[in-house]
């Protein structure tokens, strides 16, 4: 498979961004959330690992400046904690 293939991903409110490559990143997790938007998926669980957290710093960067994200934070400590991130959208408006 070339890079340029898509990858089709569920649409089902948890995005796992292990197997993709940084450069990925951004426009998958904008597009990702549109997607659950429109499905009505208000909230998402983004897992970037914990590792020295530069992919976390990246996603929170991306959600900081959504205008769609009501708001979000690290997942709890009993499940992933700093490994993933909860995310609230907005209601689509019709």
């Not at 208000?42 to 996603?59: A, F, N, P, S, Y």
């Amino acid at each position: 498979m070339d890079n340029s293939d898509p990858i089709d991903l569920p649409i089902d409110g948890v995005l796992d961004l292990h197997s993709f490559q940084p450069r990925e990143v951004k426009d998958l997790v904008l597009d990702y959330l549109a997607a659950c938007q429109e499905k009505n998926i208000l909230q998402v669980r983004i897992i970037h690992g914990k590792g020295i957290g530069h992919l976390r710093r990246t996603v929170h960067a991306l959600l900081r400046n959504h205008p769609q994200v009501i708001e979000f934070a690290l997942d709890h400590p009993q499940f992933s904690g700093s490994g993933a991130t909860i995310v609230t959208l907005r209601p689509k408006v019709l």
